[in-house]
């Protein structure tokens, strides 16, 4: 994952506005989700240390945006 490609919120709100899709995957922990006003309308919510038993819930026919703090 070191060398995955890394964009900034405003590149994906960006993106985003002309079109493009993504799955979005939140993996903050429920801690952190709990204490932050950032909702992410449609991602796909995966604490981080959960992620690979859940991949098979995640699409593939599309880029992921991976988002974290």
């Not at 493009?20 to 006003?37: C, Y």
């Not at 992410?40 to 995640?58: G, S």
């Amino acid at each position: 994952m070191a060398d995955a490609p890394r964009i900034t919120v405003d590149e994906l709100k960006k993106r985003m506005e002309v079109g493009e899709t993504f799955t979005v995957i939140d993996v903050r922990n429920p801690q952190a989700w709990a204490e932050s006003d950032a909702m992410l309308p449609e991602a796909i919510r995966v604490p981080l240390d959960k992620l690979e038993e859940n991949l098979p819930r995640i699409p593939k026919s599309r880029p992921m945006v991976v988002y974290c703090t």
